[in-house]
Nanobody, 127 residues
């Protein structure tokens, strides 16, 4: 299983970025997919996740309070890719962002249930 996150960069506060996570060896629509971040000196945290059961009608996404209303997690089954659209970025969003995959039988907002991790993508938000 390989997960490759990309799309990070430097952006001014209030700007937007979209992270992508291309998966190989695992079908994103059959597994829970999560976006984590780790800022210097802080613990890694789960900021968004999408359940394998996700549908636009039924839902199936999770967001940490710190990003709720600003970040949107989605996926493209045909491309086997998940996305994290980040709007209204703040300096406190600066971190290395990772995508991860976990067994769909587990509760997807539980960050302990993810077992495959990709390389991170740096996001830096300047004030």
């Amino acid at each position: 299983v390989q997960l490759q996150a990309y799309g990070g960069g430097l952006v001014q506060a209030g700007g937007s970025l979209r992270l992508s996570c291309a998966a190989s060896g695992r079908t994103v629509s059959s597994y829970n997919m999560g976006w984590f971040r780790q800022a210097p000196g802080k613990e890694r945290e789960l900021v968004a996740a999408i359940s394998w059961r996700f549908s636009w009608r039924g839902g199936g996404t999770y967001y940490a309070d710190s990003v709720l209303g600003r970040f949107t997690c989605s996926r493209d089954n045909a491309k086997n890719t998940v996305y994290l659209q980040m709007n209204s970025l703040k300096p406190e969003d600066t971190a290395v962002y990772y995508c991860a995959s976990g067994d769909g039988r587990n509760y997807y907002p539980n960050e302990d249930t993810y077992d495959y991790w990709g390389q991170g993508s740096q996001v830096t938000v300047s004030s």
